[in-house]
């Protein structure tokens, strides 16, 4: 049940009557009319813009126009008051049934309360993480992988259709680096002394399992071998062993993809057909691909540039600041080239929609990208790049920089096996992701209200034990929801109890918007909210008995409260699903 859509619905409705009665003019597009809650609680539970974006079209003044509109809603039994404020916004107070129907179907739904009905279409296609595989993941990419896994979690709860995906940079020069580095450990795995890591090659430990498999496997044919031949052996074991890695760090964060997608099946090696190739030539037949020059950038290093002819694509005629070359001098494709095949094939596989998860580092690549995906699906695609800032890593305030794993950064691995999974989901999400993040592994422990992901658990963890408390007290007492939705939930009339059931109301908006704006983080705010809500509304009954959610004189009010604990626990554990969190039935 989405209260604002219902009464969206009715103020189209009387948008309806008001043309049918000659008050507007027909052929009024009511496309940007919405109905949200009012920015002060004093001023009612609805309000609407309608008079305001349709006055001037209309050709009335919007004062004018609020006045008759609020006359005609206050035909609606559900509605007590409306009125005009300001320059024609409407201010809406709804009958107190309305929030007592919006309980009872949040009991009856339970987990689902707020989900979307299914939308098959658009398909939509989100590629997160996607890191090199040339070691393990840092907490920067933690974030980007608890970004895109809340998003594809919020998506598929409002009913979209999604896939997972990450992409494997498996074919350019850093994959090459990345097999001398694990040549150098299998000659140590066969007893070398192989001294320090000479510069330039990936100096940590975590390739050293990778250089014993090696030795197991070839013993020491691969020594006797030049390096042509035993580079792509060396390179295959050494990727397949880093996405192996990869993939167990994903798995302790929750973080499973549905498809990994190899850059390398893109290009013509390993028996595969030339997409990038076939991609540039369907551009030149477009005359999106021309022969050029570029000129010098201004103020600033770009590393695409060279003062040759080249082979360029015409990424202006799309938005894009210049043109962008295909091909490196040697006659390689550049990145970009590889890039805009990759998202070709996301568009040929069914994907019209599209969302990239990229660090913050990748902010000047968005621009000549959304321009590739404009030429190479006709228009028909649509990209959204969502960029993740930076993560600081600190202890008590102080920043924390080394790893005994990978040499030089601290892994996710070791901030998950520190901290634990649910306080690294939450506090990367707990932040809008273009914003850094400080992430402080002694306050995400901490069992206090300071603590977002302590705060909002115990709230759920409060919930259970009320309703455990409710079973002591009341031995034969009924608490399916099928059960608490049948009370009467009118008993219901403290502020701050109709505080928190007006959020739950909102809940399903919420996840529309947040949905719609590919933005998970407001699901964790809104969490925390309805939890701190809950938390104020359980101290004010330690001073008000008649507030608390078990009274053993009073069975009726209790199955009341108990109906009403039940929906926040729901919407509780429903949107900490989403974050990909879990929510306890007690905290130890």
Not at 3 to 9: D, G, Q, R, T, V
Not at 38 to 46: E, K, W, Y
Not at 197 to 225: F, Q, T
Request: glycine share 8%.
């Amino acid at each position: 049940m989405n209260l604002f859509e219902i009464f969206s619905a009715r103020v189209l409705g009387a948008l309806t009557q008001l043309t049918d009665a000659g008050e507007l003019p027909a052929g009024l597009s009511f496309a940007r009319v919405v109905v949200e809650p009012t920015r002060d609680p004093a001023h009612g539970d609805l309000a609407t813009n309608a008079a305001m974006v349709l006055a001037k079209e209309a050709g009335t003044n919007p004062r004018v126009l609020a006045e008759k509109l609020c006359a005609e809603l206050l035909r609606d039994p559900d509605i007590v008051k409306a009125e005009a404020a300001g320059p024609g916004f409407i201010n809406l107070t709804l009958q107190p049934a309305v929030f007592t129907d919006v309980l009872k179907a949040a009991i009856e739904a339970g987990l689902d309360y707020g989900r979307g009905a299914e939308k098959p279409l658009p398909r939509i296609n989100v590629e997160y993480v996607s890191a090199n595989p040339t070691g393990p993941m840092h907490v920067g990419h933690g974030r980007g992988a608890v970004f895109g896994d809340a998003l594809c979690n919020l998506l598929a709860f409002a009913g979209h259709a999604v896939t997972r995906e990450y992409y494997i940079n498996d074919a350019g020069a850093q994959v090459d680096v990345l097999a001398r580095s694990a040549f150098l450990r299998y000659r140590e795995a066969l007893g070398e002394e192989i001294g320090a890591i000479p510069e330039g090659l990936y100096p940590g430990d975590y390739l050293k399992s990778v250089g014993e498999s090696l030795a197991k496997a070839h013993g020491n044919a691969l020594r006797d071998m030049p390096e042509a031949e035993w580079l792509p052996l060396v390179r295959n074991a050494a990727i397949d062993g880093m996405m192996a890695m990869i993939r167990d760090d994903l798995a302790a964060l929750g973080v499973e993809h549905d498809v990994f997608f190899s850059e390398r099946s893109l290009q013509k090696v390993d028996g595969n057909l030339d997409a990038v190739r076939a991609t540039i030539e369907e551009l030149r037949s477009r005359d999106l691909v021309y022969e050029g020059r570029l000129p010098p950038p201004k103020g600033q290093k770009d590393e695409d540039w060279e003062d040759r002819e080249q082979t360029l694509f015409r990424a202006t005629q799309f938005g894009d600041d210049v043109d962008r070359p295909l091909l490196k001098s040697d006659g390689s494709y550049t990145y970009f080239a590889n890039d805009i095949a990759y998202h070709r094939s996301k568009f040929t596989r069914g994907f019209s929609e599209m969302i990239d998860v990229w660090g913050a580092d990748h902010g000047g690549y968005v621009k000549r990208m959304a321009a590739a995906v404009k030429a190479v699906t006709g228009g028909e695609g649509t990209l959204d790049v969502k960029l993740c800032q930076l993560v600081r890593l600190l202890r008590n305030g102080e920043q924390v920089r080394m790893s005994k794993r990978s040499g030089d950064f601290v892994t996710l691995r070791e901030v998950i096996d520190e901290v634990g999974r649910d306080a690294v989901r939450f506090m990367m999400i707990f932040r809008k992701n273009d914003a850094t993040l400080d992430f402080d592994l002694a306050k995400v422990v901490e069992q206090s209200k300071d603590n977002p992901v302590f705060y909002v658990q115990y709230a759920h963890a409060r919930c259970s034990s009320i309703f455990r408390q409710a079973r002591e007290a009341f031995p034969d007492i009924d608490l399916s929801p099928a059960a608490l939705a049948r009370v009467d939930l009118a008993r219901l009339t403290d502020e701050s109890e109709i505080g928190i059931i007006k959020m739950i109301a909102a809940y399903p908006r919420m996840i529309d918007g947040a949905a719609g704006a590919h933005e998970p983080h407001r699901v964790a705010f809104f969490v925390h909210e309805l939890a701190s809500a809950f938390h104020s509304l359980w101290n004010k009954g330690k001073d008000s008995p008649q507030l608390r959610f078990v009274n053993q004189t009073d069975r009726e009010s209790t199955l009341a409260r108990l109906a009403f604990v039940h929906a926040v626990r729901s919407v509780l554990a429903s949107g900490l699903a989403v974050v990909g969190v879990a929510a306890p039935e007690e905290m130890r």
